[in-house]
């Protein structure tokens, strides 16, 4: 049967306890409010406390009393809910209070005395003494006592390390320095061991254990010591290289004294400079110095008597490459310190650093230069140096030539270095970043400057640099620098300056160049950018955006790099099917452009808008599905193609007064012509607008089968060319027939592909525009025909056929000569094919591409003097083809001629635009 304790201190019961918790029972009523419990403390020691097991509908209060009956500490918890009390007691005598609120019932009272050895502060810590060597205790934390702190010295540097092991809770332990600085801890969980181990010099230190949030434990921690690793070796045969030696501080921490007389240490350079070595660190009550020894173990300097605490510095300028040693090593007996050692070289600046002092490399008297800027693209001139650290180096150069192709590239560099153009006077870069730079420039002075890319980054470079004047063909710019691909596009004539697409690793650009590098800029990004077209100076095109979706955007020849801006977002977010209104067939008609643009985001439902440069309107009743909108200059009209309710497929429709503020209502032309000439167009295609006039392909409403040429004249005259006569019958197939016009004598002829009744095949047709009498041209043929990429140079009609003998080549025929048609089969001769494309009239020049089997896929041009085809450039050497695309003849700011633009792959920097 459980004691009944006294109601007061006088008749308490008299208690024991320790470390290991032990419960008490008893009972409280209205009659039975209080029991005392009482208890002595022999030594410090953390108290612990609880009240549990409180009846229903009861509320039990707990209290701790001093001898004297003072409360020192109580908890008072409403209802039933347990009460605690932790707190560290001195030696003395103690009661423990449990007394009523309300109810009646047993309870249940656990108590614990946990000695305190440690210190709970720096100050109140407990001292270990000197360490060397292992030592172990046993101790207690929790709420009571929430840190206990333990004091060490060390008297030489050594590597230390504690293990704690919690017995019943978590509890970490954390290093200190001697003004209280955390230099590790632990962060375990549980009653797993945890450890830290710490290198320490000689000096104080700190050990506090503390217990994790709410947690009391009891705890077994270990200290151990033993020999520090020795970084820097014995003699000159260990002597360790300092880690990261470089262009920027490397620096090594150490220990020097009685226990390790000296630190050899080494580096190397491949390169001349300023050499610095410090020691600093050094403890206030020691004294160390330093000695730096060439390769072959020779003193080139010694530097100490700075005095207990003083630091210590050698500087060696011009420093040639080789190897080095450094010793650090106590003034005398007793001197034993920690320290850090720091080392830097500083490369010789052979060049200017400013756009004012910059290295003129096309002056062979310029300080610094090896030999001056090289005009062989092949030889490149070499340039060596370092940046970093401050330090930067910029050239300069002049050109004089009309058109000069630079090829400038950073290599045998360490990090990341940057590589920029500049022209004078412009503080703007041409060309920013990577390490190569090719392009063409037209005369001027120009700056290329070479810097880290990043504020801790240096490095020596080789610079490999050349110009030269190339005739044959340059890359306008490098935009996507290496051999990625910017992937060109779009290249686009813009009143003498060329526009395309291309992506320069970032994002798709617009770009603009007279076919320079320095004209060459970007002057918008987006995600994407297709359908570019001129409108009197102003670039439309369809551009892609987050915020937007694929969107009407133009540019503007306003300020340095012009003014972008969204036209209209036709297809906004909330659009059913898709954010992009997806713009296609952008078409100039004076100021204004008309385009296809679907408001759904749904292809399948674009419709026909036009804007003046504000926002986008939607022409009505402009049909179904329209497509293939053409302009002709000479009747301000918009023709294209739509479906018509009622009347069926691709109907023919057209648009008067396009170029103005009002262009007239869509007109659908169900019939044309007069007389016995009228018909009524059906399923047309092929609409293409050849100077003042319109030709297409279309069949009769009375007779589909008659799919034949047509022309709307100027005047509006519309004209048949029913090659084979027979009206029940077509003489031209679907698909995008191929015609051009030539003059010659006079007369205008309009060439193209139709079925001949006499050589019952495809042949090569000439009308006369004036007459209406058509002639087969390839008499000389007896078997089909095809031409394609029909092209006009120098009074002759230029093209690509087909034939068993000759293979796929370029042909000709002249209109002022005998109906036949000429073979230019010497690139691949008999039946294989040179597979001739891309034909167009630049510079007065017809070019095109071809492979002869050897070069691969390049570009050729028509001699002008044998009238044969030959190789203009093969921009990818050998047998790899640089499958030249998109060629187009633009105009030059500079020099007011035609230019020849393409996108082409060298094999080296991938696919860009190249210019002849």
Not at 546 to 571: F, H, M, N, R, Y
Not at 897 to 907: E, I
């Amino acid at each position: 049967m459980a004691r009944d304790a006294g109601n007061n201190r006088r008749t308490a019961r008299r208690i024991t306890f320790g470390q290991n918790p032990r419960t008490f029972n008893d009972s409280l009523s209205r009659t039975d409010k209080a029991d005392f419990f009482r208890f002595v403390v022999q030594a410090r020691s953390s108290f612990d406390g609880e009240v549990f097991n409180i009846p229903k509908r009861s509320n039990f209060n707990f209290q701790l009393q001093n001898a004297n009956g003072r409360g020192i500490a109580l908890s008072a918890r409403p209802g039933r809910r347990p009460e605690n009390i932790s707190v560290n007691l001195e030696p003395g005598v103690y009661f423990a209070r449990v007394f009523w609120r309300k109810g009646a019932g047993k309870y249940r009272m656990r108590l614990s005395l946990n000695p305190d050895t440690a210190g709970e502060t720096l100050a109140t810590a407990r001292d270990i003494g000197n360490l060397n060597g292992s030592a172990s205790l046993q101790e207690y934390v929790g709420t009571s006592d929430p840190a206990d702190v333990y004091r060490f010295t060390l008297d030489e540097r050594l590597t230390f390390g504690a293990t704690l092991s919690p017995l019943s809770a978590s509890a970490d332990i954390a290093l200190l320095d001697a003004g209280g600085n955390l230099i590790t801890n632990t962060a375990g969980s549980g009653t797993t061991a945890r450890s830290l181990q710490q290198v320490l010099n000689p000096g104080t230190y700190f050990i506090r254990t503390t217990p994790a949030p709410g947690a009391k434990t009891r705890y077994n921690l270990a200290f151990n010591t033993s020999p520090a690793p020795d970084q820097g070796g014995n003699d000159f045969g260990s002597a360790a290289a300092i880690p990261g030696f470089g262009f920027f501080p490397a620096s090594v921490q150490e220990y020097v004294g009685n226990s390790d007389p000296a630190d050899y240490y080494t580096f190397s350079t491949t390169i001349a400079g300023d050499l610095k070595i410090d020691l600093t660190n050094i403890a206030p009550t020691a004294d160390l110095n330093i000695t730096l020894f060439d390769q072959f173990q020779s003193v080139l300097a010694i530097q100490g008597g700075a005095g207990a605490g003083g630091n210590e510095q050698i500087t060696l300028a011009g420093a040639q490459p080789g190897q080095y040693f450094v010793l650090v090593q106590p003034a005398g007996p007793g001197n034993n310190s920690s320290y850090r050692l720091t080392a830097v070289l500083t490369p010789e600046d052979k060049f200017g650093d400013t756009f004012t002092d910059a290295t003129v490399i096309t002056d062979p008297l310029s300080p610094g230069l090896t030999s001056p800027l090289s005009n062989d693209l092949d030889n490149p001139s070499i340039y060596q140096d370092f940046v970093g650290g401050g330090d930067v180096d910029v050239f300069r150069f002049t050109l004089t030539e009309n058109l000069n192709f630079l090829s400038v590239r950073l290599k045998d560099f360490t990090g990341n270095l940057s590589l920029e153009l500049f022209q004078a006077g412009n503080g703007t870069p041409i060309s920013a970043g990577g390490s190569t730079l090719r392009g063409a420039l037209s005369p001027g002075t120009y700056f290329l400057r070479v810097s880290p890319g990043a504020a801790n980054v240096a490095s020596t470079y080789t610079m490999e640099a050349a110009y030269g004047e190339r005739q044959s063909g340059i890359i306008v710019r490098d935009v996507n620098p290496g051999a990625l691909d910017s992937n060109a596009d779009f290249l686009t004539d813009v009143q003498g300056a060329l526009f395309y697409a291309a992506n320069d690793g970032s994002s798709v650009g617009l770009w603009r160049s007279e076919g320079t590098l320095n004209t060459t800029v970007k002057v918008g990004s987006f995600t994407s950018i297709t359908n570019i077209t001129n409108v009197n100076g102003t670039v439309y095109f369809a551009g892609g955006t987050v915020a937007t979706g694929v969107e009407l955007w133009k540019w503007q020849p306003t300020g340095g790099l012009g003014t972008l801006s969204l036209v209209a977002d036709i297809a906004p977010a909330n659009a059913p099917s898709s954010t992009n209104s997806s713009p296609i067939n952008l078409t100039a008609a004076g100021n204004n452009l008309f385009f296809l643009a679907s408001p759904t985001g749904n292809p399948v439902n674009r419709r026909l808008y036009f804007t003046n440069g504000g926002t986008a309107t939607e022409i009505a009743n402009a049909g179904s599905g329209p497509e293939s909108l053409v302009y002709v200059q000479a009747t301000d009209t918009l023709y294209y193609i739509a479906d018509l309710q009622g009347v069926g497929s691709n109907i023919l429709f057209r648009i008067t007064g396009a170029s103005t503020a009002n262009p007239g209502a869509p007109v659908a032309l169900q019939n044309l012509g007069a007389g016995p000439t009228a018909f009524g167009p059906r399923f047309v295609d092929s609409l293409k607008v050849v100077g003042d006039d319109v030709f297409f392909v279309a069949s009769e409403a009375i007779n589909t089968n008659n799919r034949e040429l047509r022309r709307i004249a100027a005047n509006g005259d519309v004209f048949t060319y029913d090659i084979d006569g027979d009206p029940n019958s077509g003489s031209i197939g679907s698909g995008n027939l191929d015609v051009t016009v030539v003059t010659s004598g006079g007369q205008s002829y309009a060439y193209f592909t139709a079925f001949d009744s006499v050589a019952v095949a495809l042949q090569l047709i000439r009308v006369d525009l004036a007459t209406g009498i058509s002639e087969r041209v390839s008499t000389n043929i007896t078997s089909e025909f095809v031409a394609s990429n029909l092209t006009v140079f120098d009074g002759k009609v230029y093209f690509t056929a087909t034939t068993l003998d000759e293979g796929t080549e370029l042909w000709v025929t002249d209109p002022a000569g005998t109906l036949e048609v000429t073979a230019l089969d010497n690139l691949v001769p008999g039946a294989g094919s040179s597979l001739p494309n891309n034909l167009v009239v630049a510079g007065g020049t017809l070019y095109f591409t071809a492979d002869n089997g050897s070069t691969g896929n390049e570009l050729y041009r028509l001699n002008a003097t044998t009238g044969l085809p030959e190789l203009a450039l093969d921009i990818n050497p050998g047998g790899d083809p640089s499958n030249p695309s998109n060629l187009i003849a633009a105009g030059s700011l500079s020099s007011g001629l035609g230019q020849l633009f393409f996108v082409a792959d060298d094999g080296v920097n991938g696919r860009e635009v190249w210019t002849v």
